[in-house]
C-alpha cells in the first residue's frame, strides 16, 4: 500500500500546494521574531537620573543648557562618571531655596561635592528618550532593574512549560486545531498586554504568551514539514526558520518607527489575529489523519493537493496507509533517549549543544540591547548575518556532513565572544557580535538536523502519545542504534 511520500513523489513532493502552504506557514515564524526577542525594544533602558523637585525651576531660571543641568546637580558625573550615582542616587538637597546661585549651585552648601548627602530617587526618574519602553513607564531600574530579566525569564518560562504540552495536544487534537487555538491565545494575551495597566498583569500575559507562542511557531512547522516529500524536507525546515530572521528584520523597522512601547506591541500582536483564516487556507495534516485511522479526509486532502500541483490523482490513491515497520510497533518513551550508553552520549551532547547554542544566541541579542550605540542599527546589522548562515547551513549539509560544520560554527561563536571580552571598540565588538551571531545561526541550524538523525527509528517516529513536534521532520536514516 502507498504511503504518503509515494503518493508525494507522483504528485510533486514540492509542487504549487507545498510552495502556497510554505509562504503562508512562514508568516507564523516571521511573527514568532517580536516574541522570542521583543524585549530588546519593548524594554529597553536609556539614560536616567533621578527625579529632583525643584531642578527644573532652577534650571529653566538659570538657563542652563541640558550639560550644565547634568553636572551641577546630578552626582557621579564627572572624570569617574559613576553609572551608578548618576542614576540612582540624588543629593539630599532643597533646589527650591532662594540662596542657590546658578554657578556652581552646591559650592555654598559644601566645598566638596562628595561630602553632600545622598538619598534615594523618591520621586521617580528622568529619561533621556523620546519614546517610552516598559522600563521607563514602570521605573524597572536600579533596585527595580531585575524586574525586567524577571519579564523575559517568565516568556522563557513559558516556551518550556508550553513546549511540554503543545507537543501532546497537536498530536492528541491535530495539528491544525493546535495552530489556531494557540494562535488566537496568543492574539489575544498580546493585545491585552499593551493594555496592561500594572506590572503585575503585564508580566502575567507575557507569561501566557510564552506558553503557547512557542508551540504555536512548533505547529507551523510540523505542518510544512509534513506536506513536503522527503527530498525537500530538510530545505524547508531551514527556510521556514529563516522566515524568523526575516521577522527580525521587520521588528527594526517597526521598532524604529513606532519608539513607543504599547504601540509597538500592538502593531506586532493585532495582525496575528490574521493567522486565523487559516482555518479556511490550511488544511490537516494527511501523515496525522492517517495515524487517527481517519483514511477518508487523508485521501481527500492528498486528491486536493494533486489537483493544485496540477497531477492527476494515483491510481493507488484509496489504498494510501501510515508507513509501518516493525519498530512502530514498539513503544517509545522518554526513557528509550537514554536505554543504552550509545544514545545517553547522544543524547548529553544534544541536550548540551541545544543548552549552549540557545543560551548564547539570546545572550548575544540581549546585549546587543544593553551596550549598543545605534540600538536599531546594530541589531538589524546582527540580523541580517543570519541570512548568510542559513545559505552556508543549505550549501554544506550535503557536501561536508553534520559534525564539521557544527564544530567549527560553535568554535567561531565561542571565539568571537571570547574576544569581545577584550576589545573596547564599539565597532570592532559588533563586527565580532556579528561573527558570533552567525555562528551560532549555523549551530541551531545543524542541531535541528542532526537530533532528527542521530535517533532510531522508533525513537524519532514517537506515537502520538508523544511530543512528536520535532521527530517526525528527518530527512535520512539514523547514524545509528
Known amino acids: 500500500m502507498p504511503t504518503v511520500d509515494d503518493i508525494l513523489e507522483q504528485v510533486g513532493e514540492f509542487g504549487w500546494f507545498q510552495k502556497q502552504a510554505f509562504l503562508t506557514l512562514c508568516l507564523l515564524s516571521a511573527a514568532f521574531a517580536p516574541i522570542a526577542v521583543g524585549v530588546v525594544f519593548l524594554g529597553f533602558t536609556p539614560d536616567h537620573r533621578c527625579q529632583s523637585p525643584g531642578v527644573a525651576e532652577l534650571s529653566q531660571r538659570c538657563g542652563w543648557s541640558h550639560a550644565e543641568e547634568l553636572n551641577y546637580t546630578v552626582p557621579g558625573r564627572g572624570p569617574l562618571d559613576e ?20 554657578v556652581d549651585p552646591l559650592a555654598s552648601l559644601a566645598t566638596n561635592r562628595s561630602h553632600l548627602p545622598l538619598g534615594p530617587c523618591q520621586d521617580g526618574w528622568v529619561y533621556d ?42 498530536d492528541r487534537f491535530g495539528r491544525k486545531l493546535c495552530l489556531l487555538g494557540t494562535v488566537l491565545v496568543n492574539a489575544v494575551s498580546g493585545v491585552l498586554m499593551a493594555f496592561a495597566p500594572n506590572y503585575i498583569s503585564m508580566l502575567l500575559f507575557r507569561l501566557v504568551q510564552g506558553l503557547v507562542s512557542k508551540g504555536n511557531w512548533m505547529a507551523g512547522y510540523t505542518l510544512i514539514t509534513e506536506f513536503v516529500g522527503s527530498g525537500s524536507r530538510r530545505t524547508v525546515a531551514i527556510m521556514y526558520q529563516m ?14 518607527v513606532l519608539p513607543h512601547w504599547r504601540w509597538l506591541q500592538l502593531a506586532v500582536s493585532l495582525p496575528t489575529f490574521l493567522f486565523l483564516l487559516y482555518y479556511w487556507c490550511v488544511p490537516e495534516s494527511p501523515r496525522w489523519l492517517l495515524s487517527q485511522k481517519r483514511n477518508t479526509q487523508a485521501i481527500k486532502i492528498m486528491d486536493h493537493i494533486a489537483q493544485k500541483n496540477g497531477k492527476l490523482p494515483p491510481a493507488d490513491l484509496k489504498m494510501l496507509s501510515l508507513e509501518q515497520d516493525v519498530t512502530e510497533k514498539l513503544s517509545p518513551s522518554f526513557a528509550d533517549l537514554f536505554r543504552t550508553p550509545r544514545l545517553r552520549k547522544r543524547t548529553f551532547i544534544l541536550m548540551y549543544l541545544w543548552f549552549t547554542a540557545s543560551v548564547l544566541y539570546q545572550g548575544l541579542i540581549l546585549h546587543m540591547g544593553a551596550t549598543s550605540g545605534n540600538l536599531y542599527l546594530d541589531f538589524l546589522y546582527s540580523a541580517l548575518v543570519e541570512f548568510p548562515g542559513a545559505f552556508i547551513t543549505l550549501i554544506t549539509i550535503d557536501r561536508v556532513g553534520r559534525i564539521y560544520p557544527t564544530a567549527v560554527s560553535n568554535l567561531l561563536a565561542g571565539a568571537a565572544c571570547l574576544v569581545m571580552i577584550f576589545i573596547s571598540l564599539h565597532w570592532l565588538n ?28 522508533f525513537v524519532r517516529k514517537a506515537k502520538p502519545k508523544e511530543n512528536t513536534i520535532y521527530l517526525e521532520v528527518q530527512t535520512s536514516e539514523p547514524l545509528g542504534t
Open 243 to 256: 522566515a524568523f530572521t526575516m521577522g527580525l528584520v521587520a521588528l527594526t523597522g517597526l521598532a524604529y
Open 129 to 170: 528618550t523620546p519614546g517610552s519602553s516598559i522600563v521607563t513607564e514602570f521605573n524597572l531600574v536600579c533596585a527595580d532593574s531585575w524586574k525586567l530579566d524577571l519579564f523575559q525569564s517568565c516568556l522563557n518560562a513559558g516556551f518550556l512549560f508550553g513546549s511540554l504540552g503543545i507537543g501532546y495536544i497537536a
Open 83 to 102: 553609572a551608578f550615582l548618576s542614576q540612582c542616587r540624588r543629593y539630599e538637597v532643597d533646589w527650591n531655596q532662594s540662596a542657590l546661585s546658578c
Open 430 to 457: 559588533i563586527i565580532l557580535m556579528c561573527v558570533g551571531r552567525m555562528g551560532i545561526t549555523i549551530a541551531i541550524q545543524m542541531i535541528c538536523l542532526v537530533n532528527a538523525e542521530l535517533y532510531p527509528t
